[in-house]
């Protein structure tokens, strides 16, 4: 994707870019070595580092439950405080708002 993103902003006119907000991992299993290695390969490499995400979206049911016909909660937002699924999603949440509005 980060190809094709970089490909795309060479054929767009300087004042139309596709701004990329980043790269974030998820469906992150941090008990998985592979996630692991493949998650700090991405954060040593100097040319995709600076697109990677502080922060990832673990592999947690509670996404696919809440995507389910007639789910309750309907929505990762309406979990309790305390839930690991909600607290990720925040966190992104957060850094997105950041990045869009804060220019950060």
Same mark, same amino acid.
């Not at 701004?19 to 991992?25: A, F, K």
């Not at 937002?77 to 992104?92: I, T, V």
């Given at each position: 994707?980060?190809?094709?993103?970089?490909?795309e902003?060479?054929?767009r006119?300087?004042?139309k870019p596709i $701004?990329?907000?980043?790269?974030l991992?998820?469906?992150f $299993?941090?008990? &998985? &070595?592979?996630?692991?290695?493949?998650l700090?390969?991405? &954060? $040593?490499?100097?040319?995709i &580092?600076?697109?990677?995400?502080?922060?990832?979206?673990g592999?947690?049911i509670a996404?696919?439950e809440?995507d389910?016909?007639?789910?309750q909660?309907?929505?990762?937002?309406?979990?309790?405080d305390?839930?690991f699924a909600?607290q990720e999603?925040l966190?992104?949440c957060?850094?997105?708002?950041?990045r869009?509005?804060n220019?950060?």
């Amino acid at each position: 994707m980060l190809q094709l993103w970089k490909q795309e902003q060479l054929r767009r006119p300087i004042d139309k870019p596709i $701004n990329l907000v980043g790269i974030l991992p998820n469906m992150f $299993n941090s008990r &998985s &070595s592979l996630h692991k290695g493949l998650l700090e390969s991405l &954060s $040593n490499n100097h040319q995709i &580092s600076q697109y990677v995400i502080p922060g990832k979206i673990g592999r947690r049911i509670a996404f696919a439950e809440v995507d389910a016909e007639d789910a309750q909660p309907s929505s990762i937002f309406d979990l309790p405080d305390n839930n690991f699924a909600k607290q990720e999603a925040l966190a992104f949440c957060h850094y997105l708002n950041q990045r869009m509005y804060n220019n950060g």
